[in-house]
């Protein structure tokens, strides 16, 4: 997802973030310069010696999640039994999110030189804490259209009404392991 878009998209839910007391200015400026950052870094998956410093390993992971997905989406197609192929599909889906969002955002999570860099700015710690959240969670939504959206396309040979539950299915999974990952921070 393009970074422009998923800030018109945060934009969206601006009231929710002001009603939880965040200053949402700020934590969307904060957001924006992350997800600049993160078009930059290197990821954890992608051994660094491979690409030199031009390439831009971000696109380059996304067309892996791309192939992957795809690869992904020939268990749905090829099913004979759909009960189990779900439960194997979900279970891969579930195991790669989570661990590329730990391995890619351990620090993310753990950073504490945001408190001490952004605090003595006079900002308070709900919008840290709402600008860590907000960052992990578009990069976990951009990782599961990237993931499933072969495979969505392809539910539908099940019908609509199995394509529905589908999307909504990889939605709980993603609050699940986002629920999961930041059950320790509080918007206090």
Known sequence: MNKSISLKIL????????????????????????????????????????????????KTMQITYAIIGFFMMLIIINSKNTFVSMGIYFSIFMFLVATTVMSDFSSVML??????????????????????????????INISIILNGFSL?????????????????ILLIDI?????????IKFI
């Open 153 to 169: 396309i392809a539910s539908i040979k099940y019908g609509l009404m199995f394509s529905l539950v589908f999307l909504i299915e």
């Open 176 to 184: 699940f392991i986002w629920a999961n990952l930041f059950t320790d």
């Open 111 to 140: 950073d504490v030189k945001d408190n001490g860099i952004l605090s003595t700015r006079g900002i308070n710690s709900k919008t840290l804490n709402a600008s860590k959240v907000t960052h992990v969670m578009i990069y976990m």
């Open 11 to 58: 934009d969206k839910f601006r009231f929710l973030y002001e009603n939880l007391g965040v200053d949402y200015d700020t934590m969307r400026l904060i957001v924006s310069t992350k997800l600049t950052i993160d078009s930059r870094k290197t990821s954890n998956l992608l051994n660094n010696q491979l690409f030199d410093e031009s390439s831009n390993q971000y």
